[in-house]
């Protein structure tokens, strides 16, 4: 069965660059959402988008932007980098959120500042 | 805001062995969810849990939900070498964003 797909996998930046994580949801899911997990941190909410729309937010920081495409794929794109947004990022997707479905997450992209 | 907590947070058991994660969270919601993590992996879906005295088992897990109590459990039955992993249970009151517990880092020790 289709995952959803992150890309890139892995991915080192300088501080000060920036940096897009792409996310491909599962098909017919059209809702995603995005994580950001620490070292030995539990996944924090970053942003999720409905349908195209930006749906709620959380704890990002405003060097980051988040949209969704008309083919529901997400990109996060982050910028002026600092050494503390070196994390592992999740993307998630979902069916419609009102159905009461879990997220499946994708493999990840391990983002490292140096 | 929404806060879920997880005890307890480190867990060593020898195989064989049962136990029991706690999960609780602190403003009403009915859907609760299970996640294992492997270290440097994505979380895996373990269980969904959408009403009040859900109970869901699979394989040597299995999971239920108090919503009056805001509590959820994951019990681990005989427990095996390859359940070595984190757990995670999250909350989701709003459709919109999943809240995650601390975590629990399970080992079991052959």
């Known amino acids: 069965a289709a995952g959803v797909i992150q890309s890139p996998r892995h991915l080192i930046k300088e501080k000060r660059e920036t940096a897009t994580l792409k996310c491909y949801p599962i098909p017919r899911h059209d809702t995603v959402y995005w994580y950001q997990q620490g070292p030995g941190q539990d996944p924090q909410f970053l942003i999720s988008?409905?349908?195209?729309?930006?749906?709620d937010k959380g704890s990002i920081p405003d060097r980051f932007s988040a949209q969704q495409f008309s083919d529901y794929h997400s990109e996060l794109n982050m910028s002026s980098l600092e050494l503390g947004d070196s994390a592992l990022y999740f993307c998630?997707?979902?069916?419609?959120?009102?159905?009461?479905?879990?997220?499946?997450f994708g493999q990840g992209t391990r983002l490292t500042v140096v | 805001e929404l806060k879920v907590e997880q005890n307890p947070l480190f867990l060593s058991m020898q195989e064989g062995k049962n136990y029991t994660i706690y999960c609780n969270y602190s403003t009403t919601s009915d859907r609760l969810y299970w996640y294992r993590q492997d270290p440097g992996k994505s979380l895996e879906s373990l269980f969904v849990?959408?009403?009040?005295?859900a109970v869901k088992q699979e394989g040597r897990l299995m999971a239920s939900l108090d919503t009056k109590a805001r509590l959820s459990t994951l019990h681990i039955t005989a427990a095996v070498h390859d359940l070595s992993a984190t757990y995670f249970c999250?909350?989701?009151?709003?459709?919109?964003?999943?809240?995650f517990g601390t975590g629990t880092s399970l080992t079991v020790i052959p």
């Open positions: 849990l959408l009403s009040n005295g």
């Open positions: 988008f409905y349908e195209k729309m930006q749906s």
């Open positions: 999250a909350v989701d009151n709003t459709g919109n964003q999943f809240y």
């Open positions: 998630a997707s979902s069916l419609d959120p009102y159905m009461n479905t879990e997220a499946f």
